[in-house]
């Protein structure tokens, strides 16, 4: 057959993914199209969610190409008088190509946008997604997470995530959550959120944390190495080395547990709070007692009878309230 096939590539960029969709445009519009070629397009298309967006794109551009066409009036015809159909064709299909290829990271962001796929877990939920190179992203407790087509890019709308990435320098995956961006290095990371605070936990690898906007230049940026913990709130960015005994601790929420060690009450109870619909309420003045304790992520009942049994604390009940005091 003539004509450029496509040739799928084990880990293409997005400007390849692009050339290649729009060389399978190209060959459909241009050249003898049989079911084997049909077949081996549906074949690429299938391989990643990358490829179909892309295809869908050019496929517009085309579009609006042989409109473009239309609207120029008649077309040129050759000496017989007869149209020129293949130089009209060949014209729209380099219009295409160029189009896509002008088009750049810019155009195919913007697009990515509209196929990103988002996970969420309810209050007291715990999710595990593989993604297509093996790379594993686990979800807790009322948790959002965007993931893009290609699964290069994440964005953390909401609570927490665990990462085990598999390490590709040429596509670097990232993470971005409150204003800031995480790129993989290499590396098994945890990603928390709440109002206003980003909490990072490399417990393994390397990783960049950075502006999610490059032109920020008031935000510092700074590379992770294992048992950092950094945490950040509007332009600041504090870093701290911690024990690995603690990381194990921030992640014992993979096997539905939550350990404290020398904890105050009132953080026992925010924590157990993020999993329950029930909630604690702590009084102030038993808010500063500090326990050791392991407990299920859903062992409300199980704080309320520590509470009583072993702390001598008074525990009423209010609706949905669990009011802890003397």
Same mark, same amino acid.
């Given at each position: ?162 990462? *085990?990435?598999?390490?590709?320098? !040429?596509?670097? @995956? ?6 800031? &961006?995480?790129? %993989? /290095? ?114 409300? *009942?199980?704080?309320?009878?520590? !509470?009583?049994? @072993? ?6 009940? &209010?609706?949905? %309230? /669990?009011?802890?005091?003397?």
């Amino acid at each position: 057959m003539s004509g450029e096939r496509p040739i799928p590539q084990a880990r293409e960029s997005a400007h390849e993914v692009r050339l290649h969709a729009a060389r399978w445009m190209q060959r459909r519009q241009l050249w003898d199209w049989s079911e084997e070629d049909q077949a081996e397009l549906d074949r690429w298309l299938a391989q990643s969610p990358s490829h179909h967006v892309a295809y869908m794109r050019v496929m517009a551009v085309w579009n609006r190409t042989e409109r473009l066409t239309a609207l120029r009036g008649a077309p040129a015809t050759d000496e017989t008088g007869a149209p020129r159909r293949g130089w009209s064709l060949v014209l729209r299909s380099a219009a295409a190509i160029a189009l896509v290829s002008a088009l750049g990271l810019g155009g195919y962001r913007y697009f990515q946008v509209q196929h990103q796929t988002t996970w969420t877990t309810p209050v007291g939920g715990h999710e595990i997604l593989t993604l297509g190179d093996g790379s594993k992203i686990e979800l807790n407790t009322n948790t959002v997470l965007r993931v893009s087509a290609d699964q290069r890019s994440a964005w953390l709308d909401r609570g927490e995530a665990y990462f *085990q990435i598999r390490h590709d320098g !040429a596509h670097p @995956f990232s993470v971005t959550a409150a204003g800031k &961006r995480v790129v %993989d /290095i290499g590396t098994k990371f945890l990603v928390r959120r709440d109002t206003g605070e980003l909490e990072v936990a490399l417990v393994e690898g390397k990783a960049r944390i950075e502006p999610a906007k490059p032109r920020d230049k008031a935000a510092r940026s700074a590379i992770l190495t294992r048992g950092d913990v950094a945490l950040a709130t509007g332009d600041s960015l504090s870093i701290v080395k911690v024990p690995q005994a603690r990381l194990l601790r921030e992640l014992s929420w993979r096997q539905d547990l939550l350990v404290f060690d020398n904890a105050r009450l009132a953080d026992v109870a925010a924590e157990l709070n993020r999993y329950n619909r029930e909630q604690l309420v702590v009084d102030p003045s038993v808010a500063d007692l500090k326990i050791v304790a392991s407990i299920p992520t859903n062992g409300i *009942q199980a704080f309320k009878r520590v !509470a009583r049994d @072993f702390l001598g604390l008074r525990v009423e009940e &209010r609706g949905r %309230d /669990i009011v802890i005091a003397r």
